[in-house]
């Protein structure tokens, strides 16, 4: 058996924070990128809105589950609870990235009533426009609470670990799949990813591997729970777990595609790195060539499950929801207008559903309705398993598309 001349190297500890759950993610990142560790915390529902009790919550449960899980390391990257995270693109005046970068700071305290200093935030310029006919340049920006990023660090320095990276959740989901988008023409595909989960929907629309987009909106699985708890006269548990077992008894998640992969060895490994410092890739064996080539008819593990669309409403644990998904819908159709405004005319060329509460066909079939887009249900874990019944895989044999936060904070920069 021969060896790999690569040594592999295992990622920071990367925790997606929820708001009905955490993950926590552990991967190898050298030659055979392949899963570690993988565990998901729920957190209980008195305390899931709570930001105190979830803190307390957390401190007390996560060492625990770092030793019983097999996680190695103290480096922790992070995705903060969506909620804490300011999220908007920006319009400043032409000038230097640095002044650009203070406007937007300045114009993002004003909004949010903050004195200067108290805001941690990040910008990236994302296209030239106008504004009062003078030429403005538009930046994507996130904003965050100085305080609230501090107790994340306070946090896992009092569980023995050190916060190496703290990102919003829109920017770890194009991360996931950046490795699907490093060939130079992959820049021209728009793609939209749709986040659906508990507590909300995040909106991202990146040109190949660059986010130029992204919009969190508080419409999801909570709604969608209260809105059944009131008409069924039931409390929100009960109407969760309603909504759960009528999607289940609906359709099963869709099974896992990933692939066996081939080991990489000796001189072909070397060709590999190299090809790979390129931005090509070198393929293991000739059906993942087809499988990774979006040129053909086979589409890569992480996007084989197509969505298509339907006319039909949304019947969630007995109650019609149909509104709700009109609603969500609308707000897919207006972050498309504004790229489309924005990009002269630029299309949509593919929607990707991942999060929680993508699990239900019914809804994902009806927003890809709205958008008339190619769709297809993410599965970014595809990458790092052995095959589709990995047993270190969350659920063996299904698709994991709630893991795209956690899969992209694996890769995501070191930025503290």
Known sequence: MG????????????????????????????????MHAAIELEIPDPIRIDIEKRH???????????????????????????????????????????????????????????????????????????RDGRSATEMLCWAMAREDSMRYVDLFKSVKCKLVGLHPQVSAVTGAFDHLNRRTSDASISTMYVDLGWGGMKIVIAHGTEMIFAKQVQIGGRQMDGLISERSGTDLFTARMRRINDGMQEQQLPESTARKRTPVTGGMAMLRAGMAKQGEAYPQDESTMVAADRRSDSAPPELSTRVTASTGGLIAGGVDCSELMESMSDELSLCVRYHTALFSGRRIDRLIFLGGESRSTALCRGLARALNVSAQLGDPLARYAEGPNDPKLPEPGQASPSWATACGLCTASVDL
């Open 56 to 130: 307390v919550f957390l401190q007390n449960e996560l060492p625990g589950l770092f030793k019983a899980h097999g996680f190695r390391g103290r480096r922790v990257v992070c995705s903060p609870l969506a909620s804490q995270v300011l999220v908007q693109p920006v319009q400043v005046e032409r000038t230097t990235l640095e002044d650009q970068h203070a406007l937007a700071t300045a114009q993002l305290e004003a909004q949010l009533e903050r004195m200067p200093g108290t805001l941690v935030v990040r910008s990236t310029p994302i296209a030239e426009s106008a």
């Open 3 to 34: 060896l790999s001349m690569l040594p592999t190297q295992l990622s920071p500890i990367a925790v997606d924070m929820g708001t009905s759950s955490i993950k926590v993610l552990q991967v190898t990142l050298g030659e055979r990128p392949a």
